[in-house]
């Protein structure tokens, strides 16, 4: 089993990289691939946003990746799940919060505590009281993790214009739980 470091990332200049993982993760076509980096590289502009990357110790081959910002009501992701949060009672978790905009580890490298420590390890360093997310809504891998870290769902299910699939968004205190 191949050793895996994380650490920080200035995921700008390795933007490419990182989706290559998404895209393998995630099942992302070429379109949507290059959608996203626009997407990526204007997040990485945000106050406060930071990235860290898993790579492979031998041969420094990016494996796993996540990204987030102090999160910030103008931004696209919280026009979407503000009225889905409000509807709950759960709007409030939109102020003061570290948003998980995107976390993804190859499926070869998945299962072996890749995530976890990259969640955990990019949550540590926050200022914010509590992280939020979105994934996607169903019994996966993704959620299982996010629960056992702390994360409860806030609202269900959430329908983002473009996906076909219903994501959950999920809230937890910081430091989570380990």
């Known amino acids: ?6 650490e920080p990332c200035d ?9 290559a993982v998404q895209a393998v993760a995630f099942g992302l076509g070429p379109e949507e691939v290059a959608i996203r980096r626009q997407i990526v590289l204007r997040h990485l502009t945000s106050p406060g946003a930071r990235a860290l990357a898993a790579y492979t110790a031998q ?9 987030g910002m102090p999160n910030d009501r103008g931004h696209w992701w919280s026009s979407v799940v503000q009225p889905y949060l409000r509807r709950e ?20 490298f998945q299962g072996r505590g890749i995530g976890r420590e ?5 949550t540590d360093s926050a200022r914010e009281p509590r992280s939020i997310l979105s994934a996607i809504d169903g019994d996966t891998p993704a959620r299982h993790l996010y629960h056992a870290l702390g994360y409860r769902d806030l609202a269900r299910p959430v329908h983002f214009p473009s996906a076909a699939r219903p994501y959950a968004v999920m809230g937890a205190p910081l430091p989570l739980l380990r």
């Open 89 to 108: 009672g759960n709007d409030g978790w939109l102020d003061d919060s570290f948003v998980i905009t995107e976390l993804h580890v190859l499926p070869d």
């Open 1 to 6: 089993m191949e050793k895996v470091v994380v």
């Open 118 to 122: 990259l969640i955990t390890t990019i």
């Open 59 to 67: 041969d420094r081959r990016l494996v796993g990746f996540v990204y």
């Open 11 to 19: 995921l700008a200049a390795h933007v490419d990289e990182a989706l």
